[in-house]
């Protein structure tokens, strides 16, 4: 995004915590500056009726401070980034919006005269915000501690925040605080702005999110494109937590695609960040994605065979009985999925792995962080294209237990490609691009289906009663019958993948 007068950039972590813990925070603040200062701050924000700006990663509010008003612009970078946005401040007379200002940043919406003619306010925020300012090894660190609350016209909801801002120096005394601060305050990283919570507000719940697009632009080095790949994963995992443990099927999906995106990154770049911290944080996030599993197998199981099961035998006291076998199964797997989220040790994974990734060991190895992106992922892209080739030559004699594992390769093999759909442009690229990545996701569902039957088998004697009759275990099983069709869907997807031309083939000469 170009830089205009006015544009700041910003490094900021949110942290949330509950309200109940709000003196042991501010105890603990107090230490390290005693006389910190107090605000009182109403902003509103501003949007057009169908969320024009929400939906193009933008937000606009007017704070009313003690002796002035100020108008900020915020925009993200549209892959989800955690820590820093492009941000545009300017002091205005009074509660309305400056239109001029606006459009001076550069931002299309405000350049299009049927947006900016229907903006409106839409909520407001409530905050009494103390100010704390650690200035520690050169580095200057604000943190803003908020209360209150996100009120729209019809409801309200309450506010308890921890933001720390790296105002000048290294930003790895921001994640070492944070992370400090976590080890005596249960405080849990926070991805979603008092913007985006107050549009849920409206919207009336917590939604799944799906991963946001990924933007690795050419030239930059692959330890910048590690990161900004990981971060937009880590966005993905932490948005669903709320829907998540809501019981909400897709936020959890959502959460476990996070998870394996994250893993698949990591092993993509296993040359970049290697170092003595990888192993731990590895096992932690595929203890995570363990955590989620059963609950998102009897997801799957719900769905695939169950629902039909009842649509078809509704009537049938057996099935009755065996949906409500099942659905307490699923309930005890979803107590204890979030059980894990909502553990310390899960808050305590998150910040490892977050203070991992942007300041940790591997950071300081020039060498390897500094080799300019497109020719690293061209080389582990024709790495795993090769593999997958090899393996999936004589995909019908695979067993379950291959046939997992080819699966899994071609799962990272996508998501590599989708990192990367900016990295190596032109027309040509694109095309097969998209067809490579095409030809991948027919051939992942495919095998994602067989390995879904193959443990409906283990998942049914586990979730259903004893003593069904046997044409309702008959009716269970059924979608075994597709296991034939599924292996031809498989075959005819592999071979797809293997005509398609590396994109990447002529950007990395």
């Given at each position: 995004?170009?830089?205009?007068?006015?544009?700041q950039?910003e490094?900021?972590?949110?942290?949330?915590?509950?309200?109940a813990?709000?003196?042991?925070?501010?105890?603990c603040?107090?230490?390290?500056?005693?006389?910190?200062?107090?605000?009182?701050?109403?902003?509103?924000?501003?949007?057009?009726?169908?969320?024009?700006?929400?939906?193009?990663g933008?937000?606009?509010r007017?704070?009313?401070?003690?002796?002035?008003?100020v108008?900020?612009?915020?925009?993200?970078?549209?892959?989800?980034?955690?820590?820093?946005?492009?941000?545009?401040?300017?002091?205005?007379?009074?509660?309305?919006?400056?239109?001029?200002?606006?459009?001076?940043?550069?931002?299309?919406?405000?350049?299009?005269?049927?947006?900016?003619?229907?903006?409106?306010p839409?909520?407001?925020?409530?905050?009494?915000?103390?100010?704390?300012?650690?200035r520690?090894?050169?580095?200057?660190?604000?943190?803003?501690?908020?209360?209150?609350?996100?009120?729209?016209?019809?409801?309200?909801?309450?506010?308890?925040?921890?933001?720390?801002?790296?105002?000048?120096?290294?930003?790895?005394?921001?994640?070492?605080?944070a992370?400090?601060?976590?080890?005596?305050?249960?405080?849990?990283?926070g991805?979603?702005?008092?913007?985006?919570?107050?549009y849920?507000?409206?919207?009336?719940?917590?939604?799944?999110?799906?991963?946001?697009?990924?933007s690795?632009?050419?030239?930059?080095?692959?330890?910048?494109?590690?990161?900004?790949?990981?971060?937009?994963?880590?966005?993905?995992?932490?948005?669903?937590?709320?829907?998540?443990?809501?019981?909400?099927?897709?936020?959890?999906?959502?959460?476990?695609?996070?998870?394996?995106?994250?893993?698949?990154?990591?092993?993509?770049?296993?040359?970049?960040?290697?170092?003595?911290?990888?192993?731990?944080?590895?096992?932690?996030?595929?203890?995570?994605?363990?955590?989620l599993?059963?609950?998102?197998?009897?997801?799957?199981l719900?769905?695939?065979?169950?629902?039909?099961?009842?649509?078809?035998?509704?009537?049938?006291?057996?099935?009755?009985?065996?949906?409500r076998?099942?659905?307490?199964?699923?309930?005890?797997?979803?107590?204890?999925?979030?059980?894990?989220?909502r553990?310390?040790?899960?808050?305590?994974?998150?910040?490892?792995?977050?203070?991992?990734?942007?300041?940790?060991p591997?950071?300081?190895s020039?060498?390897?962080?500094?080799?300019?992106i497109?020719?690293?992922?061209?080389?582990?892209?024709?790495?795993?294209?090769?593999?997958?080739?090899?393996?999936g030559?004589?995909?019908?004699?695979?067993?379950?237990?291959?046939?997992?594992?080819?699966?899994?390769?071609?799962?990272?093999?996508?998501?590599?490609?989708?990192?990367?759909?900016e990295?190596?442009?032109?027309e040509?690229?694109?095309?097969?691009?998209?067809?490579?990545?095409?030809?991948?996701?027919?051939?992942?569902?495919?095998?994602?289906?067989?390995?879904?039957?193959?443990?409906?088998?283990?998942l049914?004697?586990?979730?259903?009663?004893?003593?069904?009759?046997?044409?309702?275990t008959?009716?269970?099983?059924a979608?075994?019958?597709?296991?034939?069709?599924?292996?031809?869907?498989?075959?005819?997807?592999?071979?797809?993948?293997?005509?398609?031309?590396?994109?990447?083939?002529?950007?990395?000469?």
């Amino acid at each position: 995004m170009t830089v205009n007068p006015g544009e700041q950039q910003e490094i900021e972590l949110k942290l949330e915590f509950d309200p109940a813990d709000g003196a042991l925070i501010e105890a603990c603040l107090s230490r390290l500056q005693p006389q910190p200062l107090t605000q009182s701050l109403i902003s509103t924000y501003y949007d057009t009726p169908d969320f024009a700006l929400r939906d193009a990663g933008i937000a606009l509010r007017v704070r009313q401070q003690p002796d002035r008003f100020v108008q900020t612009i915020k925009a993200g970078d549209g892959s989800g980034a955690l820590f820093d946005r492009s941000e545009w401040e300017l002091e205005v007379p009074g509660q309305g919006i400056d239109l001029a200002a606006a459009r001076n940043t550069g931002l299309p919406p405000f350049a299009d005269a049927d947006v900016v003619g229907v903006l409106q306010p839409l909520f407001e925020t409530r905050i009494q915000r103390v100010l704390y300012r650690v200035r520690k090894n050169g580095s200057d660190v604000e943190m803003a501690l908020d209360w209150g609350e996100i009120a729209t016209a019809k409801s309200h909801c309450p506010i308890a925040e921890l933001e720390i801002e790296l105002k000048q120096g290294s930003k790895a005394e921001l994640f070492h605080l944070a992370r400090a601060l976590a080890d005596v305050v249960p405080l849990r990283l926070g991805v979603r702005s008092k913007a985006e919570r107050g549009y849920e507000l409206i919207e009336g719940s917590s939604a799944a999110e799906k991963a946001r697009p990924v933007s690795v632009p050419v030239g930059v080095d692959s330890g910048q494109a590690f990161r900004i790949i990981a971060r937009n994963c880590l966005r993905q995992i932490i948005a669903n937590e709320p829907a998540m443990c809501e019981g909400r099927a897709e936020a959890l999906h959502q959460m476990r695609i996070g998870l394996r995106r994250l893993r698949a990154a990591i092993s993509f770049f296993s040359e970049v960040v290697a170092d003595a911290e990888q192993d731990l944080i590895k096992a932690e996030l595929k203890w995570i994605t363990n955590e989620l599993g059963l609950a998102r197998d009897l997801d799957v199981l719900g769905a695939e065979i169950f629902l039909p099961l009842q649509k078809a035998h509704g009537n049938d006291e057996r099935v009755a009985t065996a949906q409500r076998h099942f659905e307490a199964r699923r309930a005890e797997a979803y107590a204890a999925a979030t059980a894990a989220i909502r553990s310390d040790r899960f808050r305590h994974a998150v910040l490892d792995v977050v203070v991992w990734v942007e300041v940790g060991p591997w950071t300081r190895s020039e060498e390897r962080i500094s080799r300019e992106i497109g020719h690293y992922a061209a080389e582990r892209l024709r790495r795993l294209r090769k593999i997958i080739k090899r393996k999936g030559a004589h995909l019908r004699d695979l067993t379950v237990a291959q046939r997992h594992k080819l699966r899994i390769r071609a799962k990272r093999l996508r998501y590599a490609l989708e990192f990367f759909a900016e990295t190596f442009p032109g027309e040509k690229q694109e095309k097969r691009h998209a067809e490579m990545l095409d030809s991948l996701k027919a051939l992942q569902e495919a095998l994602g289906s067989l390995n879904d039957l193959a443990r409906h088998d283990d998942l049914i004697a586990n979730a259903a009663p004893d003593g069904l009759d046997e044409s309702v275990t008959n009716a269970l099983n059924a979608k075994g019958a597709g296991r034939k069709k599924l292996l031809g869907d498989a075959e005819d997807a592999y071979e797809r993948f293997v005509k398609v031309k590396p994109f990447w083939k002529e950007s990395a000469r």
